[in-house]
């Protein structure tokens, strides 16, 4: 579902404006909350050896402390975020609309969901954390939980409650880190079934 998801937001990307929040989401664990105080001016690619994004500092929400979150370990990541069109706001909707994400973005975002194939609930409304967190915990070797909680920013109590017993091969979480842009002549393979 991840690929379908990703490859879908970049077949919309021109309609919806959506790839770079899928980008940061799904493979970032960023909230959408958090989304919207990053620019492009945050997203470091220049230096293959040292690609980075910063999460600036926030007023209210969840983890309102600033992180840093490495790419080094992710040149799928640094590829999806070079395929970007980077003149357009990396959110659609960025800092300014008093922290809340307004109706359209739920929309579009589920019309993403839609394109790919998924059928929406409310599981979806995180899913690109969560989904961030499990495969980080079963397929990035070396990783420890204080490594997985500083980047997507929250306590390690919450890391082992709800993503260290996940039920997923780690051979799925190592092809979930392979995910990239479909590049023309390419065809879309299913990682999993």
Same mark, same amino acid.
């Given at each position: 579902?991840?690929?379908?998801?990703?490859?879908?937001?970049?077949?919309?990307?021109?309609?919806?404006?959506?790839? &770079?929040?899928?980008? @940061?989401?799904?493979?970032?664990?960023?909230? &959408? *909350?958090?989304?919207?105080?990053?620019?492009?001016?945050?997203?470091?690619?220049? %230096?293959?050896? %040292? &690609?980075?994004?910063?999460?600036?500092?926030?007023?209210?929400?969840? !983890?309102?402390?600033?992180?840093?979150?490495?790419?080094?370990?992710?040149? !799928?990541?640094?590829?999806? @975020?070079? +395929?970007?069109?980077?003149?357009?706001? @990396?959110?659609?909707? &960025?800092?300014?609309?008093?922290?809340?994400?307004?109706? *359209?973005?739920?929309?579009?975002?589920?019309?993403?969901?839609?394109?790919?194939?998924?059928? +929406?609930?409310?599981?979806?409304?995180?899913?690109?954390?969560?989904?961030?967190?499990?495969?980080?915990?079963? =397929?990035?070797?070396?990783?420890?939980?204080?490594?997985?909680?500083?980047? @997507?920013?929250?306590? =390690?109590?919450?890391?082992?409650?709800?993503? *260290?017993?996940?039920?997923?091969?780690?051979? %799925?979480?190592?092809?979930?880190?392979?995910?990239?842009?479909?590049?023309?002549?390419?065809?879309?393979?299913?990682? *999993?079934?």
């Amino acid at each position: 579902e991840a690929e379908s998801i990703m490859h879908s937001a970049h077949a919309t990307d021109s309609e919806y404006g959506l790839l &770079p929040f899928f980008i @940061l989401h799904f493979f970032c664990g960023i909230r &959408p *909350s958090e989304a919207l105080g990053i620019t492009w001016k945050e997203v470091r690619l220049d %230096d293959p050896n %040292d &690609p980075f994004i910063k999460v600036p500092e926030r007023i209210t929400g969840k !983890n309102k402390k600033p992180r840093t979150i490495s790419l080094k370990e992710f040149p !799928n990541i640094v590829e999806w @975020l070079k +395929v970007c069109d980077r003149s357009k706001p @990396l959110f659609p909707y &960025p800092a300014g609309y008093d922290g809340k994400v307004v109706k *359209s973005f739920n929309k579009n975002r589920n019309l993403v969901f839609k394109n790919a194939g998924v059928e +929406v609930n409310s599981k979806y409304n995180d899913c690109g954390r969560h989904a961030t967190a499990t495969y980080l915990m079963k =397929g990035m070797r070396g990783w420890t939980p204080a490594d997985i909680t500083d980047r @997507l920013g929250h306590t =390690g109590k919450v890391l082992m409650k709800y993503y *260290s017993n996940a039920n997923i091969l780690s051979s %799925d979480a190592q092809a979930y880190w392979q995910i990239k842009p479909i590049k023309e002549g390419e065809k879309l393979v299913k990682f *999993s079934a």
